[in-house]
């Protein structure tokens, strides 16, 4: 019984962490999109390709999250 307490305590954590991630991920979006309306065209390439991975870095932590979550039930 204590092992698994442990092991909640170990998950939990883990999905803390994985927030903590998403969160900045989500931050640093809102910031792109800010600065990509005063960017000119070359440069705003760059960010879109920036915005794109940053978005798929998200959808792997929000799959992840959802995957750990399902251990904690």
């Not at 900045?24 to 390709?49: G, K, V």
């Not at 798929?56 to 959802?66: G, S, W």
Request: aromatic fraction near 6%; hydrophobic fraction near 35%.
């Amino acid at each position: 019984k204590q092992a698994r307490s442990v092991l909640n305590d170990g998950l939990e954590l883990v999905l803390k962490a994985m927030e903590l991630r998403r969160n900045r991920i989500r931050q640093q979006l809102t910031e792109l999109y800010f600065i990509q309306s005063d960017l000119p065209a070359q440069d705003m390439l760059q960010t879109s390709q920036q915005v794109s991975l940053l978005k798929l870095a998200r959808e792997k932590l929000d799959y992840e999250i959802q995957q750990q979550s399902k251990k904690f039930s």
